[in-house]
């Protein structure tokens, strides 16, 4: 059975569908035991696999079936660009499925469209706002998130849509923790250019370096208007955290060397 996060402070929003997967579940056999949830387009899993596990994740993150719901990803490239998801007919897949928009960020405010970004270490971030019901799927890897991708996103749906931070809400899922991601000097300096608080962001030990990158786009949010009580953090590391049965939770691009699938975080409003 798949194992996927419900983000429980939004259950009073009814009109909400939103997730992170893990590993457990789906149809997955190519990067440990059988039956993980890949649900990127690698090259090592089977495509038909992968569509299988997708329309499982919606499915499971909506309650329902497919129907009325469109699954939209991007083709991700650690940037800063939020792009709006209109459905007005232009294509939003290949004909072999894969992502047309190049971007580290969706955002919308119709209905149906499910939006999700792949992870498998960077930081997935959802932003949802409870008022005009317009959402938001961001990727935040390091270089995302020095680029401020968190803010983007809050300021392309106040731009686009009208939207107020003290309307919006926030979850930021599992990725690689301070625990486990060891940079290099140059990876603070970058942050060091950008933000006053860089220092809270890393911390040495035994002469290594480790940064925390939930902090920082939490740091973001907060930043630009975004109440703390309004973001939920799933405090799990994809690289070290373990499942019941003692199986890797998640996809970890850094501990199992680049051959890893991708977990998906999704995000999206009924259109009931
Ligand atoms: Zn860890």
Known sequence: MADVHPIKAWDQYP???????????????????????????????????????????????????????????????????VRVVVNDGSPLFTPEGKAVVEADGLTTNERGLMLGVQTADCVPVLLADTRLRAVAALHAGWRGTVARIAEHGVATMEREFGSRAEDLVAAIGPAIRRCCFAVGEEVRERFAAEFVYADDLFLKDAGQLYADLHMANQRQLIGVGLSPDAITTIAECSACSRAADGQRRYFSHRAERGITGRMMSVIGARTD
Do not use: I
Not at 24 to 47: C, F, I, S
């Open 15 to 81: 009109w909400l569908s939103a997730g992170f997967s893990t590993r457990q579940g789906g149809a997955t056999a190519v990067y440990g035991a059988p039956g993980e949830m890949n649900l990127g387009w690698t090259k090592e899993d089977d495509p038909a696999v992968v569509a299988e596990n997708r329309a499982c994740l919606v499915s499971l993150v909506t309650n329902d079936d497919l129907v009325g719901w469109q699954l939209v990803t991007m083709r991700q490239v650690h940037g800063n660009t």
